[in-house]
């Protein structure tokens, strides 16, 4: 036996008990502790005599086996816990303390630090013992020491100190100049003293409104300061004047401003700024510049006219507002033309919603008398020859001629794969030709004299299991290839042959032809056709399948022997059964859900000349026609069909369960319609959820832990979150709840969780895979 296979029949529950002592039962003791429990309470009877009434049976058999049944400790250990217990001794009560005491005792606990200073009393310290404070010593002068003096300046910096002089004896001079000119106003008088009244100017004010305009023309913005409002001081008046009446010569003196006192610059101020100008102080100004104004080389006028992009931008308008009211005027149209014309350049999409015949699809399925519809799945190991075997079935079925062929062959021989020129057929992306394999589901249709079948040719590479899964989950019944050749078969079989047995069955085949590629290279040796068939039979069996549902046919896939016709090779004269296409005639298709509610999974989502958004997809249940309301779940849109066509690719008023169709869709829009997305019944909709219990047989070892959740095209991560119970494959009833992990083959009942909500229901089939490996596959409860 291998070392894997000992670790898959391995009792993971046994090993589980040892190790972490787990186990569902109480633990009994063995015949031989029994016995050993039995003469040890004899013996501890016997030795405690009279005594032995203060204890019980069980406390006796529990200290035994706490003891390993050593009968000496456990006689002292009853005596010191139950017989003759230790007698605790009664605290002594503290001595009462006298008053005295209880006075020292609460000066000692209120006692500070006093006592270090016994020796000095407090406000009379010897002078010895006094401290003395000195002051911090005085920083030298400067920023950052050095001399007081100001440091020297620049050749720049003495220009800018100039200049600044200067524009300071300027402002100084304009400042006397207005001072001068209020002064002679004020010196001017009026004959009428009600016209004094009324154009004697008011001091304070009118050197603002001064000050303001001179400023305002050197390009200064004026800052005027808020005066506080204070009640104005009586005046003095002689006892012969009148208070009511002014005098014609008595001179207006103007309001004099106070300036606040200032303190001495700073050592860091001095610094950045400059030592304090010499120059007498001045009245302080109620207007303050802002500081690019002060520049010598500011110019007011620099920006009082428009820059040159405004020019030109100007002229520009101006030129397009003549040119457009030279051909308004030309055309004789006037604005209500422009926004007609914006108005019917919108296009807006007013094309009427499909109409619905109303007809009863289900009679009109009836009625039809055609050939019966399967679809068939092709599964085996990568390099069993399922491309090949089926490009040389279409071949010979003239679905293709040979034109085609050998124009992929001469293809093939370019890149050295000459072999490949079949499997050409229905690889036909680049990168599957280059690489050899098939990637994603190929698809093509031929008929025979009473079915029309679809081919779903999945890839056999462990790396694309999932897209064998969405073609699995479209087909009726299945063909496994398996390589007949030396050692190939072995290594298959131990490799996705076995793991794509598994998962056709789980997703509801219950049909398979097993096709034995690759005989021709044995010599059609009837031995090795008939370990083969041994070998798979059993394996089958216990898959699942019944052994009436199961056929094998040898084949070559390269050179077409029993697949339409059979071999002429007199080495194959043994085989006396049905060819390829017989077994695929002989076959019938799984029962149509047509009376359930409409459900399609979309495989592909593609544009067509006839709608911007087609879909393609298998019908699992119920029926559709032209004109039908749709919902694509999980987006929750709802859509009309179009147009519609069938298996052949023909156009049709209707279709039902079981056949591929191809839907042009409108109202959508493409967001909202992905591949692995449900269509159903507007009526009957499919619910989305994120939780759900799962009837599944563990292909691997199962336990809480995250999986990939698959259905068809659809892919969603999710989690384990618990295993409910075990159960019997057959009855289907509960054998163990709750278990820790559950072993390959055994059919259990888990919760999975999902990160976000998918369209699921009951009866649906999900498969679970979990670092590239299928763990578990079952059926939604």
């Not at 069980?58 to 816990?81: N, P």
């Not at 009324?198 to 913005?221: M, W």
């Not at 019944?681 to 959820?689: E, R, S």
């Not at 563990?698 to 384990?720: E, N, W, Y």
Request: glycine content about 6%.
């Amino acid at each position: 036996m291998s070392r894997h296979q000992a670790v898959r029949n391995l009792d993971y529950e046994a090993e589980l008990e040892d190790e972490y002592g787990y186990s569902d039962e109480e633990e009994e003791l063995s015949p031989e502790d029994q016995v050993r429990m039995t003469e040890g309470t004899a013996q501890v009877l016997e030795a405690l005599g009279v005594e032995a009434s203060k204890v019980t049976k069980a406390q006796i058999e529990e200290s035994l086996y706490y003891y390993y049944f050593d009968v000496d400790k456990t006689i002292t250990y009853l005596i010191s816990k139950y017989i003759d217990p230790p007698k605790k001794q009664p605290k002594a009560a503290p001595p009462k303390a006298t008053p005295k005491q209880d006075a020292a005792n609460a000066s000692a606990s209120q006692e500070s630090f006093a006592h270090l200073f016994r020796d000095l009393p407090w406000g009379n310290i010897p002078v010895e013992r006094q401290a003395v404070l000195l002051p911090p010593p005085k920083l030298p002068g400067g920023l950052l020491g050095g001399s007081g003096a100001p440091p020297k300046m620049s050749k720049l910096q003495q220009l800018a100190a100039a200049r600044k002089k200067k524009a300071e004896e300027k402002s100084a001079s304009e400042d006397v100049q207005v001072e001068q000119t209020q002064a002679k106003m004020t010196e001017l008088t009026v004959n009428d003293n009600q016209a004094s009244k009324e154009n004697r100017p008011l001091a304070g004010l009118f050197g603002k409104r001064v000050k303001t305009s001179e400023t305002t023309a050197q390009g200064r913005i004026p800052l005027t300061m808020a005066e506080p409002t204070r009640p104005e001081p009586p005046q003095a008046q002689a006892p012969d004047s009148t208070p009511s009446v002014l005098q014609e010569d008595a001179p207006i003196e103007p309001e004099v401003v106070v300036a606040p006192p200032k303190a001495e610059p700073s050592a860091f101020a001095s610094t950045l700024f400059g030592p304090l100008s010499d120059s007498p102080k001045r009245k302080p100004r109620e207007m303050f510049t802002l500081p690019y104004m002060t520049i010598s080389s500011y110019s007011p006028e620099a920006f009082g006219k428009p820059s040159p992009d405004d020019v030109v931008l100007a002229a520009q308008a101006k030129a397009g507002k003549k040119s457009a009211n030279a051909q308004s005027s030309k055309k004789g149209s006037s604005s209500a033309d422009g926004v007609t014309s914006q108005v019917n350049q919108l296009k807006i999409d007013d094309t009427p919603l499909p109409k619905s015949r109303n007809l009863n699809v289900l009679s009109e399925f009836e009625k039809q008398k055609g050939k019966k519809t399967a679809s068939f799945v092709v599964v085996g190991h990568v390099d069993a020859g399922k491309s090949t075997m089926m490009g040389r079935l279409l071949l010979d079925l003239n679905v293709v001629d040979q034109r085609t062929v050998d124009k992929l062959r001469k293809e093939a021989e370019k890149i050295g794969k000459t072999s490949f020129a079949l499997a050409w057929v229905l690889d036909q992306r680049h990168e599957e030709r280059s690489r050899g394999v098939t990637i994603d589901i190929a698809t093509n249709r031929f008929e025979t004299e009473t079915t029309s079948f679809t081919i779903l040719d999945a890839p056999g590479h462990r790396d694309f299991i999932p897209n064998m899964i969405a073609g699995a989950s479209q087909a009726d019944f299945a063909i496994l290839v398996i390589d007949a050749s030396t050692g190939a078969f072995e290594s298959g079989l131990k490799g996705q042959t076995r793991e794509h047995s598994l998962l056709i069955r789980s997703m509801g085949v219950s049909r398979i032809i097993v096709a034995v590629n690759k005989l021709d290279t044995v010599n059609w040796s009837q031995e090795r056709f008939d370990e083969i068939k041994h070998q798979v039979s059993g394996f089958l069996t216990a898959t699942g399948f019944q052994p009436k549902n199961i056929a094998f046919v040898p084949v070559s896939g390269l050179h077409g022997d029993n697949l339409v016709r059979r071999t002429t090779d007199p080495a194959a004269s043994w085989y006396t059964g049905n060819t390829l296409v017989e077994e695929l005639e002989a076959s019938e298709p799984s029962a149509r859900a047509l009376a359930k509610p409409l459900r399609m999974t979309i495989s592909e989502v593609m544009r067509t000349p006839q709608s911007p958004i087609s879909i393609t997809g298998r019908i699992d249940a119920g029926s559709l026609q032209m004109g039908d309301a749709l919902l694509v779940q999980p987006s929750g849109e709802k859509a009309y069909v179009k147009s519609l066509q069938v298996d052949d690719g023909e156009p049709a008023d209707w279709a039902v369960a079981g056949q591929n169709v191809i839907l042009h869709l409108s109202n959508i829009d493409a967001i909202h319609v992905r591949v692995g997305d449900i269509v159903c019944d507007p009526a009957k909709p499919i619910q989305c959820v994120d939780t759900f219990t799962l009837k599944a047989l563990a292909f691997d070892i199962l336990m809480p832990m995250q999986v990939d959740v698959h259905r068809g095209r659809l892919h969603a991560a999710g989690k384990i979150e618990a295993i409910d119970a075990i159960l019997d494959k057959v009855t289907g009833k509960v054998t163990k709840k709750k278990p820790m992990i559950v072993k390959p083959g055994t059919v259990s009942r888990v919760r999975v969780t999902l990160h976000s909500k998918v369209p699921l229901e009951a009866g649906q089939r999900v498969v679970l895979r979990s670092g590239g490996q299928t763990v578990a596959a079952g059926l939604l409860e």
